[in-house]
Nanobody, 127 residues
Framework: QVQLVESGGGLVQAGGSLRLSCTAS????????MAWFRQAPGREREFVAA????????YYTDSVKGRFTISRDSAKNTCYLRMNSLKPEDTAVYYC????????????????????WGQGTQVTVSS
């Protein structure tokens, strides 16, 4: 069992930056493919970014490429999402997710492919 706890959300002006953290307990994150999703009011949960089991591959949705960076720190058992040049349309609740399935690399954009989720952290970008 893995427990994921996100932190780092908040209110920021457009053009600003935030760094979200997802800290795990129960098991080492080295054994998991990690991702960030977000969900805005009235919308479905959408894929934002992912990092492979050993961190060698990174994946981003088109709308955040060049602005967001996903990373992981094995020593701290934490996954990060650095968000720069934030836009009002980035406003959402951000969730981290973990999957131990080897097949995740083919289906990483699907929320139903992840086994563990954090509680979410609110990110609000004002114009």
């Amino acid at each position: 069992q893995v427990q994921l706890v996100e932190s780092g959300g908040g209110l920021v002006q457009a053009g600003g930056s935030l760094r979200l953290s997802c800290t795990a307990s129960g098991r080492t994150l080295n054994n998991f493919f990690m991702a960030w999703f977000r969900q805005a009011p009235g919308r479905e949960r959408e894929f934002v970014a992912a990092i492979s089991f050993r961190g060698g591959a990174l994946y981003y949705t088109d709308s955040v490429k060049g602005r967001f960076t996903i990373s992981r720190d094995s020593a701290k058992n934490t996954c990060y999402l650095r968000m720069n040049s934030l836009k009002p349309e980035d406003t959402a609740v951000y969730y981290c997710a973990a999957s131990g399935r080897s097949s995740i690399t083919y289906y990483y954009t699907g929320p139903d492919k992840y086994d563990y989720w954090g509680q979410g952290t609110q990110v609000t970008v004002s114009s």
